[in-house]
T-cell receptor, first 111, second 111 residues
Framework: SQTIHQWPATLVQPVGSPLSLECTVE??????LYWYRQAAGRGLQLLFY??????ISSEVPQNLSASRPQDRQFILSSKKLLLSDSGFYLC??????????FGQGTRLTVV | RKEVEQDPGPFNVPEGATVAFNCTYS??????FFWYRQDCRKEPKLLMS???SGNEDGRFTAQLNRASQYISLLIRDSKLSDSATYLC????????????FGIGTKLQVIP
């Protein structure tokens, strides 16, 4: 069966520091992969999605970037974090029926 | 107009009550529909898909109204454990890769 791993679970970073969040998927090949952010009390905002290695689509201009160096690996990065980057970051992969399955998420607090 | 719209609630209902949520979508070409459940500080989890003919899973019934462009979720005999945020998801299909989430409707079942 397919599983998705995301780490770390929580992270506290100072403003201006870099960020790297990693997500890996097991049990499937060539999945569509997604990064979402959920600010406190808000809905899920799609940040990036990828349909294959090296293919990244950005949904909103922001202080973040994404990369997909391997088929089942999706990385979210920032060179310099802002306070507004705080939130709950979720990685997801999409199944054959178009439904999305999420990792456990990373709760990022920028201080 | 937002692609997917939900009443954020909260809906406060007594245990045993029946409660229904609606979710409207703007793109008439949308093809796949889902309901997710998100517990506090957790990742969203797939609750059920929504089929054109409607579908039922125990106390939960999902329906699709293409003419009016909305999906609904009915919960019968509410349990305390049903307290969560319910997110609707709409996917355009046809190779369109984005999975769009509504903001979610918060349900609180009270004893």
């Amino acid at each position: 069966s397919q599983t998705i791993h995301q780490w770390p679970a929580t992270l506290v970073q100072p403003v201006g520091s870099p960020l790297s969040l990693e997500c890996t998927v097991e049990g499937t090949s060539n999945p569509n992969l997604y990064w979402y952010r959920q600010a406190a009390g808000r809905g899920l905002q799609l940040l990036f999605y990828s349909v294959g290695i090296g293919q990244i689509s950005s949904e909103v201009p922001q202080n973040l970037s994404a990369s997909r160096p391997q088929d089942r690996q999706f990385i979210l990065s920032s060179k310099k974090l802002l306070l507004s980057d705080s939130g709950f970051y979720l990685c997801a992969w999409r199944g054959t029926g178009a439904e999305a399955f999420f990792g456990q998420g990373t709760r990022l607090t920028v201080v | 107009r937002k692609e997917v719209e939900q009443d954020p609630g909260p809906f406060n209902v007594p245990e045993g009550a029946t409660v229904a949520f609606n979710c409207t979508y703007s793109n008439s070409a949308s093809q796949s529909f889902f309901w997710y459940r998100q517990d506090c500080r957790k990742e969203p989890k797939l609750l059920m898909s929504v089929y054109s003919s409607g579908n039922e899973d125990g106390r939960f019934t999902a329906q699709l109204n293409r003419a009016s462009q909305y999906i609904s979720l009915l919960i019968r005999d509410s349990k305390l454990s049903d307290s969560a945020t319910y997110l609707c998801v709409v996917n355009r299909g046809g190779g369109y890769q984005k999975v769009t989430f509504g903001i979610g409707t918060k349900l609180q079942v009270i004893p």
